[in-house]
């Protein structure tokens, strides 16, 4: 299921010019899955990972 998250977030970056912002002015990874927490996305790193090989 987090690998699915990964992706929707994945997604949602991709079409959000402020998303994509916000990503960047993070400082660290910690603040970055904290980002994606905000509207639900759960995943780990090797998800991440997972899914922007696909």
Same mark, same amino acid.
């Given at each position: 299921?987090?690998?699915? $998250? =990964?992706? &929707?977030?994945?997604? *949602?970056?991709? #079409? !959000?010019?402020?998303? *994509?912002? #916000?990503? /960047? =002015?993070?400082? %660290? #990874?910690?603040?970055?899955?904290?980002? /994606?927490?905000?509207?639900? $996305?759960?995943?780990? /790193?090797?998800?991440?990972? !997972? &899914?922007? *090989? %696909?």
């Amino acid at each position: 299921m987090s690998l699915i $998250y =990964a992706k &929707a977030f994945m997604e *949602q970056v991709m #079409r !959000s010019r402020e998303l *994509q912002d #916000r990503l /960047a =002015a993070c400082r %660290n #990874r910690e603040e970055r899955f904290s980002l /994606a927490k905000e509207p639900g $996305y759960t995943f780990t /790193a090797d998800d991440l990972k !997972s &899914a922007g *090989q %696909n």
